[in-house]
């Protein structure tokens, strides 16, 4: 199966930016949907943002269009978050996901086989 390692979380302050990263190892990409999704204490598990490996289609949640970007490269096996214009309530542990059983993005956490460890993203006021 594949590992999946993210980075980039920290500490910023409202109107910032981060971008998180996370790579994969064990595997390649190829045939994979990869997601990332947030939970902050005591709260589900919130889908944020997925893409296709091969095709690039992507997919938001309402709250984060136009400030947050899902990206990947291919040669290094990478899948990226690049995070605009940050909120208090982007505050969360923010893991990254992939699947190979489905041909579209899902919303479901279920859905998806493999898991990060997470990274956590404070954004204060």
């Known amino acids: 199966q594949v590992q999946l390692v993210e980075s980039g979380g920290g500490l910023v302050q409202a109107g910032g930016s981060l971008r998180l990263s996370c790579a994969a190892s064990g595997r390649t990409f190829n045939s994979y949907i990869l997601g990332w999704f947030r939970q902050a204490p005591g709260k589900e598990r919130e889908f944020v943002a997925g893409i296709t490996w091969t095709g690039g289609s992507t997919n938001y949640v309402d709250s984060v269009k136009g400030r947050f970007t899902i990206s990947r490269d291919n040669a290094k096996n990478t899948v990226y978050l690049q995070m605009n214009s940050l909120k208090p309530e982007d505050t969360a542990v923010y893991y990254c996901?992939?699947?190979?059983?489905?041909?579209?993005?899902?919303?479901?956490?279920?859905?998806?086989?493999?898991w990060g460890q997470g990274t956590q993203v404070t954004v204060s006021s």
């Open positions: 996901a992939a699947s190979d059983t489905t041909s579209y993005i899902a919303v479901r956490p279920h859905v998806y086989n493999n």
